[in-house]
């Protein structure tokens, strides 16, 4: 014994304690309730006593008598002390001590009164039990045990069987069978049975086998038969023996189980009369065989899923065939019951869960519920446990539905009463039943109302708490939508009520919760199931099908297929759907048109799949040659305009997507943003716009909605409602707009780093527009307060969160509108006054309170000098207006009010049209519309006003000009002008008609000339920095004020009424102030005219830089720029001809390498050859012709007094500032001279030309031997067309021009009278010429030679030199066939744009500034002296004798020319007849190219940049240009005479010219 009960003590002090302790020890044992722990303690106490007897420390007659004692405790201590006695026989039996063994036996044999014999007998040792003398011999007694061992275990007794004892077994049957709804009990019909086996000596295991059969054909007797099996078994073996042998008797291969078997059998399972794992050893199949089936069968799926998907020959799907029906015969053989899923069903009919349960875990995943039985079981039972809840909380108003009553068993689940209860039992069965819960579409629909009524609770709940109580219950219900009801859905045969229902539920998800169901559903649950693996298969099938006959003809019947196919798998069918759509554009009508079938849930899902294939990581967003948007995305975006529009679908998610692609750095997927906003809202945003468009977008909202836009934009207030709640819901309105107006940066900066520079411009584009468009739809939908609480002021947009400043103001200028009327409408009500003039006084007061924060505001916006010339007023003033508070476009609401008066006029007419009802209708809308115009026109009108009063009273504030003009307007041009003009097209109109409102105003230090000059004169970076929509806004600027600049250069009367007097035209620069100003401070028309040539002239000439420099942004945006102003430039013919000539040799190069830029310049070329009949020479655009007919210098030059007034010549002269010190010098003088000097001017003009094309590039290091032959060849050309003046192409008099020449030839004697010129003077005069031309051929020839050559590169100089004669006189041929009258309009050009000053881009505006200020000082009054007057006079008087030498010597040496060329005519003009068609194209083309002024001052610009530079050497300058001139004229003339004599074809050819020039005019 490990531990001793009695202590030693007790042993030694029996007689005095000991024996009573021992004896209350054992009472206190004998008290305790646990029988166990009383016998294992009393067992060992008992043992320990007997031990010390044996061992003799105690006496037997004393142990006797305890134990005497002991005995009378309890009942069971005899059988106890037996026990023990036991133990002792054995061990001391084993001892080898005789006496131990002899006290042992006393001891037994003092207390066999108190044992009785019989358990001694059955326990005791038989050699002791003889020993005891309770046997008489222990052989004996052997024997006898064995017999009766053998006669109860081996010997069979022989019981009466069925056949053997028929009366008892039929009384058992009848006993068993009797009707039991009376009293019979259970009780008294097992008495029966027991009299019956004893009567009749039955066999007890062959009457439990009947009462089986018995209960199995009264499977309903439950609470009769399970009492009564309970109370009749002995064993649960046997039992489960017998059951498991009536199940083997059903295994055959073609046997059922009867249902009634596993009734009995799950009864007994759910009352713990056999053991689960007893029985399911004797049940078939086994588990392994389940698991090979199951595998076996995802295989099969897997196999008609990829043959679904598989291309198939025509000859394969034959044997296909063949073999399926193969494999249905063998499925046609009845496979052997499975008896475990017969048992699992009965247990569920039954309500016994935990064996099922059980039974399934078995199993592998939804095996068991595969089969439709199991599946309906587990569903009536769920029905029975929801039933209280349901009926509770999910039934719908109006809604009765069928009671179902609750399971009678107690074991049974317990009803569920709230939804904790639901996650008792019903959440794990749902799980369990999986995607089969589509056999009961009835329990489908009360999971989903019961979903939808907890959500509701679980939203509706206020208390955090309690919320996070219930988080758990919202975890279960997202599974078991993720695990059940979405697989179950797509199990359903197109139910769209239960798709419905679902939407119910899944909408009160957010769309975080829903997008990831969807996702789930889509890419995973389909593979896990074998039935869902061919559903997806099936689906695709089909939907490849539709898709491939779905027309626009067939969208109805088409759109029903896609329908139906929706409601149960729509993610598949979309995912098809899309991937088509990405691959083939076209669909997308037809597609979107064929939607309307569609559930709730199934638009949910297409926006979910819309933006998994938007995000897809797989497909490349551009396209290969990285210059593009791929066609996928763009098709996308497309798609999602249109549905989006057209259908109820969130859009929350998509925005959503925008939004964290923006924040992530990307901006291809703005591209969706664009498509949506302009479907949803009816906002295009379009640089294509027409003219009228522009005008109408100008007007209020319904102008714009009618006239505004392409496409016809109606109905469409509640798709943009739509769209609205959505950003204002999830709060993306301004996070949008931020991170649009920031990604423009990112997109260059950031994104733009390895990509091509047109997609980056592309992309920069599409974030500018995309900005503007959704910053339109906002200002236009949002209400005041809305716009108001969401916009924050200019200040924090730009400083906190560095919005640019152009895109700030663009959102804050809807705020500034919305704040201003709302205060003027409070100061109206406050205060009724209805004059006009409080009406105006109470706006300007509104908008002082409402503007004065944003003057605060925008002072931090930049540096303190800006703030210098320009006020924060101002500043503000025009950031905040629009083009709608500048004008009123009258036009466009005639032009959409007289439309709607058509349409009526049509209505009246449509015979057609029924019924009547509907004609009415219409004619209505018209009328309403018309109605709407007209009251918008007058509230448009009347706010235009209030703003123009507005801004003459705040004009005089505007500019404070503290340094000087020049910096106003360029901090004018640099903040605002050129941010705010390529912001969109609108806003480019708004800013030319800006500048031409500041200048009507009369406002204080604005210099109208500056700010025209500044924008006109070099545009060429500006161009090049722009982005192709950049550009066509830019564009359209120019083309507005080019407008303006028209208008006035049109008729002296408009330039006089609206330039006449106003401070902007005065040609004086102060720092500040308008004094009035004299009238010769003012800019005359004349001169006016002057500046705006030099305008289109500098325009010309960037407009060729850029076109010759092969960059494609420079090229694109230029073309781009010139198309826009086509309207107003070119005017000048000689310009026209330069652009032209520049742009045909770009359509030849960009042909092949860039067709993009060739399809422009095409374009362009097309429509420049269409405004040809609008172009006017030169003298015609700014008078220089009169000059020519009266030799006296200046002659009608201020208007019809001034006629021979040296002293106003001299004035006007000064006064033209922006054409340039030199240029005013030049013209004055040279206009006495213009007769003699065509000739040479124009060679000079042609050789510029070929220079700076690049034909012919001469060298400055040659002999003077080739400049003297190419002053013979020009000059005998020159002769030959002075004998052929008929065939002059641009002569519009022929004749007359020639008259014209004649007579101021004529002229020039009577003034040689007039003037007296001594002889002597004249001598000297041509000893003067002769000088002049040797200098110049020396120096400025070789000046101007050496500047251009070193401009072009070595190549072109080798090239140039080879080709350097042909070239010279294809030039020099293209120049011949002009008349002398033509000859002088040529002469007037090109010394106009010779003697152009051209400064280099970056001094320009300096460099004008000083011109301006040089001819200001020289005709203001304080500047001029008697001096400077007189040395001009004399100049001119100078001039004028040169001119009259030249002439008469011209005229002799034409005269001796015209003899000796008339010869020679006659021999070639048979051989002219055959040339003319051959060359007739190419010299025409040579003649445009050879009339490039535009070009030549390229190689100008050091000289006359170097001229315009400095005041102080204006004299000298004015004397530079005479001599230059004159050089290159004498000069070129002598190599015109050369070339004539070594080239005797130069006449025929000349004539064909003429003729071809002739059909090319």
Request: glycine share 4%; proline share 4%.
């Amino acid at each position: 014994m490990a531990a001793l009960i009695l202590p030693s003590d007790w042993i030694k002090n029996w007689d005095k304690s000991g024996k009573n302790e021992f004896l209350q020890f054992c009472q206190d044992l004998a008290g305790k309730p646990s029988v166990h722990e009383f016998v294992k303690n009393l067992q060992t106490a008992l043992y320990e006593l007997c031990w010390h007897v044996i061992q003799g420390n105690l006496k037997v007659d004393v142990a006797a008598s305890l134990l005497a004692d002991v005995m009378d405790l309890r009942d069971d201590l005899p059988s106890v002390l037996a026990d023990v006695f036991c133990i002792l026989d054995i061990e001391t039996g084993c001892l080898e001590e005789k006496h131990k063994r002899d006290h042992f036996t006393q001891l037994v044999g003092a207390c066999l009164f108190c044992v009785p014999d019989g358990v001694l007998k059955e326990r005791l040792d038989p050699e002791t039990l003889e020993s005891l003398g309770l046997i008489k011999q222990a052989q004996q007694f052997n024997q006898k045990i064995v017999k009766i061992k053998t006669k109860l275990f081996y010997k069979q007794q022989k019981f009466n069987l069925l056949r053997e004892e028929n009366e008892g077994y039929a009384k058992l049957i009848t006993e068993l069978g009797q009707d039991l709804s009376g009293n019979l009990t259970s009780h008294l019909v097992l008495e029966n049975i027991k009299s019956l086996i004893g009567c009749f000596n039955l066999d007890p295991n062959r009457v439990l086998d009947i009462i089986l059969e018995v209960y199995e054909c009264r499977s309903d007797q439950d609470e009769f038969f399970i009492p009564l099996i309970k109370s009749y078994m002995c064993e649960h073996q046997t039992l489960c023996h017998m059951l498991g042998f009536k199940f083997k008797f059903h295994q055959e291969p073609n046997g059922e189980t009867p249902a009634s078997l596993y009734h009995i059998a799950a009864a007994l399972l759910q009352h713990n009369l056999i053991a689960l794992e007893d029985l399911y050893v004797h049940l078939l199949p086994l588990d392994s065989n389940i698991v090979e089936e199951h595998k076996k069968v995802i295989l099969e799926a897997k196999q008609i899923a990829r043959k679904l998907t598989m291309v198939v020959v025509p000859s394969e799907k034959t044997e296909d065939k063949e073999k399926e029906k193969e494999k249905e015969e063998e499925k046609n053989e009845k496979p052997p019951d499975n008896q475990k899923l017969g048992l699992l069903e009965a247990l569920l009919r039954i309500g016994d869960w935990q064996h099922a349960q059980s039974i399934m875990d078995q199993m592998p995943a939804f095996y068991a519920t595969s089969h439709k039985s199991i599946a309906i079981a587990l569903c009536q039972l769920l029905h029975r446990i929801v039933e209280p809840l349901y009926r509770r909380a999910g039934v719908p108003k109006g809604a009765k539905g069928g009671l179902m009553m609750p399971l009678r068993n107690k074991q049974a689940p317990r009803p569920a009463e709230s939804f904790d209860d639901l996650s008792r039992d019903v959440f794990t069965m749902l799980c369990y039943l999986g995607p089969h819960l589509s056999h009961d579409p009835i329990l489908f629909a009360k999971i989903v109302r019961l979903g939808k009524s907890f959500m509701k609770e679980y939203q509706s709940e206020s208390r955090q708490d309690t919320k996070d109580k219930m988080g758990p219950l919202l975890s279960c219900f997202l599974s078991i939508a993720d695990q059940v009801l979405l697989p179950s859905l797509s199990l359903m045969e197109c139910n769209a009520c239960m798709s419905e229902e679902l939407w119910g539920f899944f909408r009160l998800f957010p769309y975080q919760f829903r997008y990831r169901l969807y996702g789930q559903w889509k890419n995973e649950t389909y593979g896990n199931h074998p039935l869902l693996v061919k559903i997806k298969a099936q689906t695709i099938d089909r939907a490849k099908y539709i898709m491939k006959r779905l027309t626009k003809e067939n969208v109805k019947p088409s759109g029903r297929q896609i329908g139906k196919l929706s409601h149960s798998n729509p993610t598949i069918l979309f995912d098809y759907i899309l991937s088509q759509i990405q691959w083939y554009d076209n669909l997308i009508t037809p597609v979107v048109d064929s939607l309307k079938y569609l559930t709730s849930l199934n638009y949910d899902v297409l926006a979910y799949c819309i933006i998994e294939a938007l995000a897809n990581p797989e497909k490349e967003k551009m396209k290969h040659d990285d210059t593009t948007i791929s066609s996928w995305l763009q098709s996308l975006a497309s798609l999602c305009g249109a549905v989006f529009r057209k259908y109820p679908i969130e859009l929350a998610g998509l925005l959503q997507y925008v939004t964290n692609q923006l924040k992530a750095g990307k901006s291809f997927d703005l591209l969706i943003l664009k498509e949506v906003v302009q479907k949803m809202a009816g906002i295009e945003i379009t640089d294509e716009m027409t003219v009228e468009q522009l005008e109408a977008m100008t007007g209020g909202e319904q102008l714009k909605a009618e006239g505004g836009y392409f496409g016809q934009i109606r109905n469409t207030k509640k798709s943009s409602q739509r769209l609205k709640d959505a950003l204002l819901d999830h709060e993306l309105a301004l996070p949008l707009c931020l991170l649009m107006a920031q990604q423009r940066n990112g997109v260059v900066f950031s994104e733009g780093g390895e990509k091509h520079l047109k997609l980056v411009g592309k992309l920069y584009d599409q974030c500018h527009d995309t900005l503007v468009q959704f910053g339109g739809f906002l200002a236009s939908n949002l209400s005041t307060e809305d716009y108001i609480k969401r916009v924050p002021s200019v200040d924090i947009l730009c400083n906190q969160f560095h919005t640019p400043h152009d895109a700030a103001f663009f959102l804050s200028r809807p705020m500034f509108a919305h704040q201003i009327l709302s205060k003027y409408d409070e100061l109206k009500k406050a205060e009724k006054g209805n004059r006009q003039q409080q009406k105006v006084h109470k706006y300007i007061a509104a908008c002082e309170q409402v503007m004065a924060p944003v003057h605060e505001a925008v002072v931090s916006l930049h540096l303190p000098k800006v703030w210098d010339d320009l006020r924060p007023q101002f500043y503000a003033t025009f950031w905040s207006l629009t083009m709608y508070d500048l004008a009123v476009p009258h036009n466009a609401y005639e032009r959409e009010v007289n439309k709607l008066k058509m349409q009526i006029k049509a209505i009246d007419e449509n015979t057609e049209m029924q019924p009547l009802s509907k004609k009415k209708k219409e004619k209505e809308r018209c009328t309403a519309l018309q109605d709407k115009l007209q009251e918008e026109e007058k509230k448009q009108l009347e706010h235009v006003q209030r703003v123009l009063q507005r801004l003459k009273l705040e004009k005089d504030n505007w500019l404070l000009a503290k340094s000087t003009k020049n910096e106003t307007i360029t901090k004018f041009l640099q903040l605002c002008i050129f941010p705010r003009c390529v912001f969109s097209a609108i806003d480019a109109v708004y800013c030319a008609r800006f500048v031409e409102l500041v200048h009507q105003q009369k406002t204080p230090n604005f210099c109208t000339l500056l700010c025209y000059d500044r924008v006109f004169s070099d545009i060429i970076y500006t161009v090049a920095s722009c982005t192709e929509n950049e550009s066509r806004r830019y564009g359209r600027f120019l083309c507005c004020m080019l407008e303006t600049v028209t208008r006035w250069h049109s008729d002296r009367a408009i330039y006089e009424k609206e330039c006449g007097n106003y401070p902007g035209f005065l040609t004086i620069f102060r720092a500040s102030g308008f004094d009035g100003g004299n009238k010769v401070d003012q800019l005359d028309y004349e001169n006016f005219r002057h500046v705006v040539h030099k305008w289109h002239y500098k325009l010309t000439k960037a407009s060729v830089h850029c076109l010759e420099t092969g960059e494609y942004t420079h090229i694109r945006n230029i073309l781009i720029v010139l198309t826009k102003i086509l309207p107003w430039y070119p005017k000048v013919l000689n310009l026209g001809q330069a652009l032209e000539c520049r742009v045909h040799k770009i359509c030849q190069e960009e042909k092949e390498k860039r067709p993009d830029l060739y399809a422009l310049a095409m374009g362009y070329s097309g429509q420049l050859k269409g405004r040809k009949v609008h172009m006017v020479p030169e003298n015609e655009f700014h008078h220089k012709e009169q000059p020519v007919r009266s030799a006296t210098p200046g002659t009608l030059q201020n208007g019809p007094g001034n006629t021979g007034k040296p002293a106003a010549t001299a004035s006007a002269n000064s006064g033209k500032g922006k054409e340039g010190a030199v240029e005013d010098s030049d013209k004055s003088k040279d206009k006495s001279q213009v007769a003699q000097k065509t000739a040479s001017k124009s060679s000079t003009a042609a050789n510029k030309v070929s220079s700076s094309n690049g034909n012919s590039t001469p060298n400055s290091t040659k002999g003077s031997k080739e400049k003297d032959e190419k002053e013979k060849t020009t000059k005998e050309k020159k002769e030959k067309k002075e004998k052929n003046p008929g065939s002059t192409p641009e002569a519009k008099g022929g004749g007359k021009e020639k008259q014209k020449e004649e007579r101021s030839s004529k002229e020039e004697k009577p003034i040689d009278g007039k003037e007296k010129m001594p002889k002597a003077d004249k001598d000297k005069r041509k000893e003067d010429k002769k000088d002049e031309k040797t200098k110049n051929d020396g120096k400025s020839a070789e000046k101007e030679w050496s500047k251009e050559r070193d401009v072009s590169n070595d190549s072109k100089i080798k090239e140039s030199s080879k080709t350097e004669k042909n070239a010279g006189a294809g030039n020099l041929k293209s120049l011949v066939p002009r008349s002398e009258g033509v000859e002088s309009e040529r002469e007037q050009k090109r010394r106009k744009l010779d003697t152009h000053s051209s400064p280099s881009h970056s001094s320009a505006v300096k460099d004008n500034l000083n011109d301006l200020k040089d001819t200001a000082s020289k005709h203001h009054p304080n500047h001029s002296t008697a001096l400077s007057k007189s040395k001009e006079k004399d100049d001119e008087k100078k001039d004028s004798d040169k001119s009259r030498d030249r002439s008469k010597e011209r005229e002799k040496e034409d005269r001796k020319d015209r003899k000796r060329d008339y010869a020679n005519s006659d021999r070639e003009i048979s051989q002219e007849v055959k040339r003319r068609k051959d060359e007739n194209g190419m010299n025409s083309s040579k003649h445009s190219k050879s009339a490039s002024p535009s070009e030549s001052p390229n190689s100008n610009d050091k000289d006359n940049s170097k001229r315009s530079k400095s005041t102080s050497k204006d004299k000298s300058d004015l004397a530079k240009p005479e001599k230059t001139s004159g050089g290159k004229k004498e000069s070129r003339h002598d190599k015109e005479k050369s070339e004539k004599k070594r080239d005797s074809t130069g006449a025929k050819e000349d004539k064909k010219h003429h003729k071809s020039s002739e059909k090319h005019r």
